[in-house]
């Protein structure tokens, strides 16, 4: 269980950054991470990393997969995490 909640932190922490890093590519015209990549990090346990990033760096939030994805991907988590840890 202690692995299972530091790996949440950690990809958590990291998907805040990398949708920092893709606001701060997008405004400087460079390279940008692709949004597979951006929604394939909150599948994998960072929701709460991206909806952060999402609304603090006021990236992507005018797109609606993910204005409603990252939310809906965060509610299914969340709803597997109580039957499989909780109950």
């Known amino acids: ?7 949440l932190i950690g990809i958590n922490i ?10 701060w590519k997008a405004r400087s015209g460079k390279w940008r991470i692709p949004e597979a990549t951006l929604i394939g990090m909150s599948i994998a346990g960072g929701s709460i990393g991206a909806l952060l990033g999402m609304y603090l760096f006021r990236h992507k939030t005018q797109k609606r997969k993910f ?13 597997l995490a109580y039957f499989l840890f909780l109950r």
Do not use: E, H, S
């Open 14 to 23: 990291l998907t805040f950054l990398v949708f920092g890093i893709d606001k």
């Open 67 to 79: 204005n409603l994805g990252i939310p809906a991907i965060l509610i299914i988590q969340a709803v």
């Open 1 to 7: 269980m202690r692995a299972i909640i530091i790996y």
